[in-house]
Each structure stands twice: as structure tokens, then as C-alpha cells.
């Protein structure tokens, strides 16, 4: 990957100099891919030349440290490589991640979150979010009906859901949706799923859409609905049946969390009970939609808290520990890097880059 850099350095020495100096004169911090497509937006505005560096790494993700630009490349899922750009002698050094300091062993980075997403202007929609989000996606859908192709044109742990090949657009599905749901008009509503699969999978459907005939041709009717005529009611209809929630993470660092014996200790208290409380409601939930929706794909839940050494008696020394009443959810404990005094003044000073420490080394 350096040598690649290197290249592109020397084959548009000019334009990138120009581009990376734009990114430099921001100052440092952390610039996301939408703040470095905006400056390159800005430059291509100028020269039409700098066009071949959209697809470049240069655009991806940075942290800059005048006069370094460091990037976060990824060849491939599941794989990072970091490089540091020297914008003054246009060198390239690599950063490997064996540098980062052993001390800093949770790093939680949630800002990419935020980045693109729809933000209410309106104090009105304060608590009303997912009326909010289905709003803006159905008008969305309104002007370009591929948005949705995200929502329907999906996997899960390898295994096809919902559509298959034969669907490849728009356009083909509402037209097999058409086709599948006079088919299914002919069948007695409790009919099994497994009794028409194959008749479906001919069409181009998986499973995902319902466990029996009639959760499927009601599924069926909300899409070919919102593909009609988008609005809100019917989209959050449609969307409360996709099977899209399949592994959650909730992180609770605070205190002593256990199942057993951990109330009353410092910062312990009802924020245990209620996170394992909700817990279980949420497993049986997520199985109960996961079978109607005809899948048969095992949920995971993982409580992510901190590994106290020194547990009091407790079972918070323990790497992995399953929540009693369930089967799928765990507490996972990792190191931490400061000890019990430093949650008591809240979470702040965690959530630190791994590239910014390895530009600062």
C-alpha cells in the first residue's frame, strides 16, 4: 500500500499537493470521508484535471497532524493499513498497528454514526425519531425509488435473504412482487412456507418474508405499497418486518456488572438490573421476529462492560459469562485502561483514535 501511495505521489505530484495541503490547512482532527470529498469537490471545481482522485485513497479517511495526513485504507473487509503523508516532502511512511500503545485496550469511535445522517431541525420531532427517519427515507423513495434497494437487497451470515439472482433491480422486483402475490392469493392463509419455497425461489424470493402464506403475501402487499406510493405509515409497517437486527452490542462500562452480589458496590446500582432485565425481553423478541419472518438464524446479544480484576466476590473478573434465563446473550469483559475512580467522572477521554496516537509517536 506505501508503494502505492507513492506512486500516485509521483505520477500527480501537483494535484495531490494541492489536495493534501487543503486538508492540512484544517487544522488537526479527524476528517471523514464526506469532509475530504468536499475539499476535493472543491478542487475538481477548479481544475477538472483532479477528477481521476476521487477513487483514490486520498478520499477516504484522515487524521491530520500538520504537516502529516495519516489515511485509513481498507483493501479489503475485514483489513486496515494505515500510511502517513508527509504534505511537505511528499513521503509516505507506514503505520502498523503494533505500534499502538499496549495501555489503550477498548477503543470505542462513534462519529462515523453521525456523519451523514438526517438530523431534525424542528424541536417538535424531539422523541418522535422514527417517525422523523421513515418521513425523510418515504420522500427520499418519492424522488428516486432505488434508495430502497438497500433496505431489500440484502444478506446474513452467507446465506441469501429475502431475494435472490433473478432479482437484480426496481424494476424486477415489482414485477415478480406482482406475480408472487397472485400466487399466493391461492393458498390457504396457514399454509408453511416450506410448502411454496420453491415456487417463490423460482421467482427470486428467499426466505425472510413471512413463515406462513399469509405474513408473506401481507409482506409482499407493504412493498409493492411503498414502491406505488411511498408515505411513512406504510414504510414503518414494511420496515418493522425486514429482518435487519440480528446481533446487538450494548456497552455499559460503569460499575460492577454482574448477575450476582454487585449491588451496592461503587457505582453499581439500577442501571445493572435494568440492562439485564432488558436484555432477556430483547432476546425473546428478536426470536419471536426472526421465526415469523420464516429465518432460521440465531441471534447474538453481547453486553460489553470492563474486566475488574479485583472482583469483590463477584464473577467480574470473568472474560465471558451467559446471562442467566437466556441462550444467545453474554457479558464480554475487556481490560480497561484506568481503574474504577476514572468512570466516576464519566466515559470522556476513552474514545481516542488509534491512528491519532500513532501520528503523535
Same mark, same amino acid.
Given at each position: 500500500?506505501?508503494?502505492?501511495?507513492?506512486?500516485?505521489?509521483?505520477?500527480?505530484?501537483?494535484?495531490?499537493?494541492?489536495?493534501?495541503?487543503?486538508?492540512?490547512?484544517?487544522?488537526?482532527?479527524?476528517?471523514?470521508?464526506?469532509?475530504?470529498?468536499?475539499?476535493?469537490?472543491?478542487?475538481?471545481?477548479?481544475?477538472?484535471?483532479?477528477?481521476?482522485?476521487?477513487?483514490?485513497?486520498?478520499?477516504?479517511?484522515?487524521?491530520?497532524?500538520?504537516?502529516?495526513?495519516?489515511?485509513?485504507?481498507?483493501?479489503?473487509?475485514?483489513?486496515?493499513?494505515?500510511?502517513?503523508?508527509? !504534505?511537505? +516532502?511528499?513521503?509516505?511512511?507506514? %503505520?502498523? #498497528?503494533?505500534?499502538?500503545? *499496549?495501555?489503550?485496550? $477498548? @477503543?470505542?469511535? /462513534?462519529?462515523?454514526?453521525?456523519?451523514?445522517?438526517?438530523?431534525?431541525?424542528?424541536?417538535?420531532?424531539?422523541?418522535?425519531?422514527?417517525?422523523?427517519?421513515?418521513?425523510?427515507?418515504?420522500?427520499?423513495?418519492?424522488?428516486?425509488?432505488?434508495?430502497?434497494?438497500?433496505?431489500?437487497?440484502?444478506?446474513?451470515?452467507?446465506?441469501?435473504?429475502?431475494?435472490?439472482?433473478?432479482?437484480?433491480?426496481?424494476?424486477?422486483?415489482?414485477?415478480?412482487?406482482?406475480?408472487?402475490?397472485?400466487?399466493?392469493?391461492?393458498?390457504?392463509?396457514?399454509?408453511?412456507?416450506?410448502?411454496?419455497?420453491?415456487?417463490?425461489?423460482?421467482?427470486?424470493?428467499?426466505?425472510?418474508?413471512?413463515?406462513?402464506?399469509?405474513? !408473506?403475501? +401481507?409482506?409482499?402487499?407493504?412493498? %409493492?405499497? #411503498?414502491?406505488?406510493?411511498? *408515505?411513512?405509515?406504510? $414504510? @414503518?409497517?414494511? /420496515?418493522?418486518?425486514?429482518?435487519?437486527?440480528?446481533?446487538?452490542?450494548?456497552?455499559?462500562?460503569?460499575?460492577?456488572?454482574?448477575?450476582?452480589?454487585?449491588?451496592?458496590?461503587?457505582?453499581?446500582?439500577?442501571?445493572?438490573?435494568?440492562?439485564?432485565?432488558?436484555?432477556?425481553?430483547?432476546?425473546?423478541?428478536?426470536?419471536?421476529?426472526?421465526?415469523?419472518?420464516?429465518?432460521?438464524?440465531?441471534?447474538?446479544?453481547?453486553?460489553?462492560?470492563?474486566?475488574?480484576?479485583?472482583?469483590?466476590?463477584?464473577?467480574?473478573?470473568?472474560?465471558?459469562?451467559?446471562?442467566?434465563?437466556?441462550?444467545?446473550?453474554?457479558?464480554?469483559?475487556?481490560?480497561?485502561?484506568?481503574?474504577?475512580?476514572?468512570?466516576?467522572?464519566?466515559?470522556?477521554?476513552?474514545?481516542?483514535?488509534?491512528?491519532?496516537?500513532?501520528?503523535?509517536?
Amino acid at each position: 500500500m506505501r508503494d502505492r501511495l507513492q506512486e500516485s505521489l509521483s505520477a500527480h505530484r501537483n494535484e495531490l499537493v494541492s489536495l493534501l495541503s487543503r486538508y492540512v490547512a484544517k487544522g488537526k482532527g479527524i476528517l471523514q470521508s464526506h469532509d475530504l470529498m468536499g475539499e476535493l469537490d472543491n478542487v475538481v471545481k477548479e481544475d477538472e484535471s483532479m477528477k481521476m482522485l476521487k477513487d483514490s485513497p486520498f478520499s477516504k479517511e484522515a487524521i491530520v497532524l500538520p504537516p502529516f495526513v495519516a489515511i485509513a485504507i481498507r483493501p479489503r473487509p475485514g483489513v486496515w493499513e494505515y500510511v502517513r503523508v508527509n !504534505v511537505f +516532502e511528499l513521503s509516505v511512511d507506514h %503505520l502498523s #498497528v503494533a505500534e499502538c500503545n *499496549d495501555n489503550y485496550v $477498548l @477503543e470505542l469511535d /462513534l462519529e462515523p454514526f453521525n456523519a451523514t445522517f438526517p438530523r431534525p431541525t424542528r424541536s417538535s420531532t424531539i422523541g418522535n425519531g422514527v417517525q422523523f427517519l421513515n418521513r425523510h427515507l418515504s420522500s427520499s423513495m418519492f424522488r428516486n425509488k432505488e434508495s430502497l434497494e438497500p433496505l431489500v437487497f440484502m444478506h446474513t451470515n452467507m446465506m441469501a435473504m429475502m431475494l435472490n439472482d433473478w432479482i437484480q433491480n426496481i424494476f424486477k422486483l415489482q414485477a415478480a412482487l406482482a406475480r408472487a402475490e397472485e400466487y399466493l392469493s391461492k393458498l390457504p392463509p396457514s399454509t408453511p412456507y416450506c410448502e411454496f419455497e420453491f415456487e417463490l425461489q423460482g421467482m427470486g424470493f428467499e426466505r425472510g418474508w413471512g413463515d406462513i402464506a399469509q405474513r !408473506v403475501s +401481507e409482506t409482499i402487499h407493504l412493498l %409493492l405499497e #411503498v414502491l406505488q406510493a411511498p *408515505d411513512p405509515s406504510t $414504510l @414503518e409497517t414494511f /420496515l418493522g418486518r425486514i429482518p435487519m437486527v440480528f446481533n446487538v452490542v450494548i456497552v455499559s462500562p460503569h460499575g460492577y456488572f454482574g448477575q450476582a452480589n454487585v449491588l451496592g458496590l461503587p457505582d453499581t446500582g439500577g442501571q445493572i438490573v435494568y440492562i439485564l432485565d432488558q436484555v432477556c425481553a430483547l432476546e425473546d423478541e428478536m426470536l419471536l421476529r426472526i421465526q415469523k419472518q420464516g429465518l432460521d438464524v440465531i441471534p447474538k446479544i453481547l453486553i460489553v462492560t470492563r474486566l475488574i480484576p479485583d472482583a469483590n466476590g463477584t464473577t467480574c473478573n470473568q472474560r465471558l459469562e451467559r446471562i442467566s434465563g437466556t441462550e444467545h446473550t453474554h457479558i464480554l469483559r475487556v481490560p480497561f485502561r484506568l481503574r474504577m475512580e476514572f468512570f466516576e467522572n464519566g466515559f470522556q477521554g476513552l474514545m481516542c483514535g488509534r491512528i491519532w496516537r500513532l501520528l503523535q509517536r
